[in-house]
């Protein structure tokens, strides 16, 4: 992962600064969208004053991305001003934008300070890990190659849904080994990491395991809002709800909180969702 994250640059500009990178292998040969979403911001964040940090950012997934070429991303200066920068960055591949991104950074200066509770009552992710049940192996060699571990304190949903319908489920996360501690690193991980598992709120509010027969799940756009620094290789909880699903789309909202319930990023992401005709969508608890 961190291979992937380390871009490559000319040094050479006109009206846009030019990086290039590559991907993880995957087993479907696409692109993992949150990878993309970690390239943009480490190219995004190249282009700024070392005392200014992402704090928002909001980028569509335009087509899927092959995962055995390489990634060009281009980053557009669009305004430097006293307290705040605005950056639009995409990436291509074959002449065409499969991704597209502004993000804004901002001096970390004092203010105002509030937060979200962190959720009561959720097992840490020792107890979740000892209560998991066998998985599939094809989801199990997902699991143990990616980089990041990943822990449902609910129970997964790649074979079955276990427990009652619900569009909330909470999910640990964490880098497998120290990265060291660079925190443009760590922020931009934590972008890799928003993108995974926050769509299930939407399939576990219908009942519906990532093996349904002919389910077909996209992402079409996400956005996130970097509150305060955190260590993505120290366990942090995503929080995660679906308000809506409609039309052949689901909306999903997530926070990432600290062991020790800080609010560290806030993630919204609509994905469209194609369920088999005849499938059952049973009705949502409000547990």
Not at 172 to 199: E, F, K
Not at 219 to 224: E, R, V
């Amino acid at each position: 992962m961190l291979r992937v994250l380390d871009l490559a640059s000319s040094g050479a500009r006109t009206t846009e600064d030019i990086f290039t990178g590559v991907s993880h292998r995957m087993p479907k040969g696409r692109i993992f969208g949150g990878q993309v979403l970690a390239q943009a911001i480490i190219a995004a964040d190249r282009t700024t004053e070392d005392d200014r940090v992402p704090h928002s950012m909001h980028g569509y997934f335009l087509r899927p991305g092959d995962a055995a070429q390489g990634l060009t991303l281009s980053v557009d200066r669009i305004h430097d001003g006293r307290s705040f920068s605005t950056r639009r960055t995409q990436a291509f591949q074959n002449g065409v934008p499969i991704f597209s991104m502004i993000s804004s950074f901002e001096r970390d200066d004092p203010g105002l300070d509030h937060q979200s509770p962190m959720p009561t009552g959720v097992p840490s992710p020792e107890a979740a890990s000892a209560a998991l049940p066998d998985v599939h192996p094809l989801s199990h060699r997902l699991l143990a190659d990616s980089p990041i571990e990943i822990v449902h304190a609910d129970g997964a949903i790649y074979t079955s849904t276990s427990t009652a319908s619900a569009a909330t489920q909470n999910v640990w996360m964490r880098v497998r080994r120290p990265i060291g501690d660079d925190p443009a690193v760590h922020r931009a991980i934590l972008a890799y990491m928003s993108d995974l598992t926050i769509q299930e709120a939407v399939l576990r509010a219908h009942g519906i395991a990532w093996s349904l027969p002919g389910l077909t799940v996209a992402s079409l756009d996400h956005a996130m809002w970097w509150h305060r620094p955190a260590r993505v290789d120290q366990w942090l909880l995503y929080a995660q709800e679906s308000p809506s699903a409609r039309g052949g789309r689901g909306l999903a909202r997530g926070r990432l909180f600290t062991r020790e319930g800080e609010l560290v990023a806030t993630v919204a992401q609509e994905i469209m969702i194609r369920v088999p005709a005849g499938s059952v969508t049973p009705e949502v608890s409000d547990a």
